[in-house]
């Protein structure tokens, strides 16, 4: 139907026939001609429409905004003056000899240069349209491209492509399923998975050695901070392998993807223990391209009168931490303001500082609310960051969590607001995570699952549990988790051991992943592996605002369809036949019983 | 870990140091010396433990069946005559210098060996245990080629990889749906997709222009004829084409396929029409294998006095034919009796026959019970079916849609039975299929579905709606419909018409695809597509006798899965939490509310 792409056309082709297929993106009646702009995927091509032409003419001259046609012609060089260097076809144009409509286009609910001018649920209503936009076409195709290069390294690899079930039973993740009500076994429900975790992890007991799958999950959860309710996984495993080994394989991975999709080589990945990441970034998944890193302050604290400070330093799960920004001085006090409040949200009470603003005149070049009550560690502090002239200091001081959670953040916000960053892409490992976490309550949770391996042994597991490392990994890059995994317990004893630290009791591990349990038993390989959040990856790669953007059906923020306009009701004779009636009917006729 | 697979190893390595991971397949103790047969993913090793490396021997001594080891040996060729060259590695062994325990094994419910012993349920539960047979693992080995290959050819005709939502609005394809109850839409459900068909269209309306995926669906139906409540479809798209352009592509990527994987060269697909497949073979997807047809014999019969087959032969909606079996005279009675209950089931009434024994002799050379009530047209009846002497005819006699399922049916399964097969593999496009079927119900039915485009315009089709044909194609090998799809309606004049003849008023034609008529106002480009049954294209290929064998962990038939004992009970914050409550509680605690 056509020989060439829109976006395919370049002085190669001056004086060929091409037959183009596309959309009337622009069309442009100037000096009794018509200019159409044709769009298809691959981009935009001019077309000129002579009077000369009668029936191609009269033709277009009918053509609004979005109809589709074909169109057949001869290619030319652009007069001189009207070509478009920034344009991959702005040299030639496509001179029409011949114009169909292959359909007609009603006004669309919004233009595509106009996408701005709409909210977000406009453009999600009518998502076909606002897909047709280039730069969401693009972002769809680098997804693909971006699939298709891991899929190749990992096929490379010997990893074998296996799908795992959709319709399954509740994975102990933690997070809330999507349940599906089973007609044929009434009174129960099929679980939608939140990960194939326990199915890769069984296809290495039946040593199929090698196992990735770019796999569909779910979460039931309150869609804060840009999810999904399904989000895309690429999902690895393999047998007979250790942590150096899944890294190894991972990180060629990426950095093949970057140099296949961005032409991009990454930097090396370096790793650094948890406990480090906390103590210099605050965060497990620090931003390695802003050159800010938090200073531990305690020790000087602890000697000073002034409570809110020498309260955490001196307490056992207090931190007071400093974070000194270069050339922040020049902050204003709204701006100081405004980061007060910032912190406010990850639950400190305020945000002390200090300016440096001529450090040789001692605590008179120092501008502070808070320096009064630390005349006597102030030199040792300034000496200790490298304070110079023209910097802030920010203090965090409180529960280590909330100190990291807080100055972490502002470490972040002050990086992009201040546009701090040495670098465009900053990738590393997190290792040594501690295998628990003490949240309180009752029980000891995982940090990661409960299938994942600690670095001791079952002795002293058990001995001290709070002090175990565990063998998880997390890639990150750019302060973005890109991905997480670990070596999984695969002995039974170990098994046992962690999820009695954990408080799971035989009864609920054997109700909740059973099979798993029954499987350690029968030859269970040293296994371990990593999981990869698709969209995120496709997010960061594509420069993307919000996930929904690399997402080609996505879910608003209340988990709904406003295309399709799901979820919908439902009939009674449909909920009849699942065993199932509605608590409180709906609205419309026909849900409910 | 390991420097090879067990398979791998071969004379080539011969006086090399290499280190094995995997599964004691067999032991056996020979001579004071202890054979381990070691299997990994890739195939089997036999390792040789002396007593002269004392401590290998002594671990390898405490090895069992199924118990992970770590064996480090030097290759060395077998003695002569205890080679094996039907095994891989038959003509070499390792003789262990290391052997370490990475895990044990409990007594395995089943030896991989003797899986045909116990019953298929018992290897559900066990699916990890199954999976460990070799040819298990083979399947799923070959599907990961397969979808490789698929893949492949695809991104390099320039198709996108495009992932649609799992949770979706009920879609209209027929059959029942999987339903999600929403939790923050009280009262309203998703459901699963029985196929990504309205999404891959609007993103042809997008411009995306070739689409492709290797999308799960689902259906929530009674699981008769080896199916699966989750299934996989390769799911095909493209803009500006015809019929010819997609089945060119799919045909290519079909025969790349078989000669990737199976290094077969596929014969070309001959194109027929439906109504010549009903009447040649009395099947929409024949197999070509086999060397039988159809005849039609109605003008004969109409002259006899015989009802049972004048009266179908007579009547408008009645068909008679005859099947020829070459060499079928040999048949016992027992036998025909079988046939006889067999085409029963498709709704046959009797099956009547003649056993051609000596043509020479006239009717006295003829055996059958029914040939007396025919003997005016006798002769002319064996000439145009080219009897022989040794032949059976079978005749069927009803209306034309049980002689055609009852006979089309007891044709293959006499191609089976008497093993007739002409080749191994026999593929053919089953073309101009009727729009519409009347099934005798108050609306027409869609044969495909309602956004099948016709061959007719807008005019003819309205005129005689079960004349229409359509522009859908169904790609069949032996007798298997691997897939099938169509040119898509992309005119709303045209879908409305369709919609009409279907009874499908405006109110629920908006109710349950509005955005798809919505967005073929907007500019739909033409376009179509295919979809491919993954499952059973795998099954082909593979040579698996029943889907479960290629899925990695199936279904019952009655939508379970054994090992994870899914479908399971939930509890009652959890159904509160969905709005939803059981219409008769559980027997056990914990459920309902």
């Known amino acids: 139907m056509r020989s060439h792409y829109c976006g395919q056309l370049n002085e190669t082709l001056v004086d060929q026939t091409v037959t183009l297929c596309g959309w009337v993106h622009r069309r442009r009646d100037h000096g009794g001609v018509i200019f159409l702009d044709m769009r298809d995927r691959d981009g935009i091509a001019q077309v000129v429409v002579d009077p000369d032409t009668a029936e191609a003419f009269a033709t277009a001259d009918r053509a609004r905004s979005e109809y589709v046609l074909r169109i057949q012609g001869r290619v030319r060089l652009r007069p001189e003056g009207t070509q478009n260097p920034n344009m991959p076809t702005g040299m030639v144009e496509v001179l029409a000899k011949e114009v169909d409509v292959l359909n007609t286009a009603a006004t669309p609910p919004f233009q595509l240069d106009e996408h701005g001018k709409v909210g977000e649920e406009v453009r999600l209503k009518h998502r076909y349209i606002d897909l047709r936009r280039p730069e969401m076409i693009e972002k769809l195709r680098l997804r693909s491209r971006i699939t298709h290069s891991v899929r190749a390294f990992l096929e490379g690899q010997g990893f074998l492509d296996i ?53 569909r999950c779910f979460r039931d959860e309150d869609l804060r901070a840009d999810r999904q309710p399904e989000f895309t996984q690429i999902d690895i495993e393999a047998s007979f392998v250790d942590e150096d080994d899944i890294m190894a394989i991972t990180e060629s991975m990426v950095r093949q993807l970057f140099r296949d999709v961005l032409a991009v080589d990454l930097p090396e990945f370096p790793r650094m223990p948890y406990a480090e990441a906390m103590n210099r970034f605050g965060s497990d998944k620090p931003d390695l391209r802003i050159p800010l890193e938090l200073t531990d302050v305690d020790d000087l604290m602890q000697r000073v009168d002034f409570k809110v400070f020498s309260g955490p330093a001196n307490a056992d799960d207090g931190r007071v931490a400093a974070l000194k ?37 001692g605590l008179e070049g120092l501008q502070s609310p808070i320096v009064k009550f630390m005349e006597e560690v102030v030199e040792e502090l300034l000496d200790r960051l490298g304070a110079e002239d ?204």
Chains 1, 2 share one sequence.
């Not at 100081?336 to 005149?361: H, M, S």
């Not at 079952?458 to 001290?464: D, G």
Request: glycine share 10%; hydrophobic share 40%.
């Open 163 to 215: 799908e795992t079930p959709i319709l399954t039973r509740a994975t102990p993740e933690g997070a809330r399923d999507y349940l599906v009500p089973s007609r044929t076994h009434a009174g129960s429900f099929f679980a939608l998975p939140q990960s194939p975790q326990l199915f890769k992890q069984l296809l290495m007991v039946s040593g199929l050695d090698r196992y990735y799958q770019i796999a």
């Open 325 to 361: 920004v270069p050339g922040g001085a020049k902050l204003s006090r709204k701006e100081i303001d405004e980061y007060t409040r910032f912190v406010g949200i990850y639950g400190a009470k305020g945000l002390a500082w200090i300016k440096v603003n001529e450090r040789a005149r």
């Open 390 to 593: 023209g910097d802030i200091i920010f203090f965090g001081a409180d529960k280590a969590r909330i100190v990291n959670e807080a100055i972490g953040a502002l470490r972040v916000r002050l990086g992009e607001d201040l546009d701090l960053y040495t670098r465009r892409w900053a990738p590393l490992w997190v290792v040594d995570f501690p295998m628990f976490e003490d949240d309180g309550s009752a029980r000891m949770q995982a940090l990661h699952h409960p299938f994942t391996a600690p670095s001791c042994d079952v002795e002293a597991l058990k001995a001290n549990p709070i002090a175990a490392l565990s063998r998880a990994y997390d890639m990150v890059l750019n302060g973005t988790e890109l991905g997480g995994g670990s070596i999984r317990i695969h002995e039974p004893v170990m098994q046992r051991a962690v999820l009695e630290v954990l408080g799971i009791d035989e009864h609920e591990a054997r109700e909740k992943f059973g099979f798993l349990l029954d499987a350690l038993q029968y030859g269970a390989p040293p296994h371990g592996g990593l999981a990869f959040g698709l969209d995120r990856l496709v997010m960061l790669m594509t420069g993307a605002r919000t996930i929904r953007e690399v997402i080609a059906f996505p879910k608003t923020q209340s988990a709904a369809c406003l295309m399709t306009d799901a979820p919908g009701e439902v009939s009674g004779e449909q909920l009849r036949e699942l065993n199932i009636r509605l608590r409180q009917k709906a609205k419309a006729e026909g849900a409910g019983d």
